[in-house]
């Protein structure tokens, strides 16, 4: 039995095509894999110790993390502290907290947030989570809020 000069050339080049398409996939699976990692469940953090007292100044606010979580830790004064999610409910931007305007302020719209959590202008929807913060003895820990 024979194979025809045509036979042998579609058989060519259904085995380079093959190998092309092969080459390819090989390549872009691993970058849409890095690009789209799996998800990954978060391990449930309740609290979490954020350091010693004395190293937050009164009227400051400080970015700490609550497992993967950014927390936005808020010493008012030398008794009272307050602690938010650090994720502004507009489109993600990190907080921070204004010394002189003893506000919560997003940079990435101008939104603005109480001491509450609320919104007092600009874009958010909604007020920041909260979390409960204590002091044991000279180490304060955030907590999820009950
Ligand atoms: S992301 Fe914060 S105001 Fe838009």
Known sequence: ??????????????LLG?????SIVSFRYPAL??????????????????GKAAGFKANAGKIVKFGSRPVLLIRVDETEWRAFSATCTHLNCTVQYQETSRQIWCACHNGYYDLNGRVVSGPPPRPLDEYTVHV??????VARRA
């Not at 039995?1 to 259904?14: H, I, K, P």
């Open 136 to 141: 044991r003895g000279e180490e304060v820990v």
């Open 33 to 50: 894999k890095f690009m789209n990692p799996p998800e990954v469940p978060e391990a449930a953090v309740n609290e979490a110790s954020v």
């Open 1 to 14: 039995m024979s194979v025809s000069a045509d036979g042998r050339r579609n058989l060519v080049q259904w």
């Open 18 to 22: 093959g190998g092309l398409a092969a």
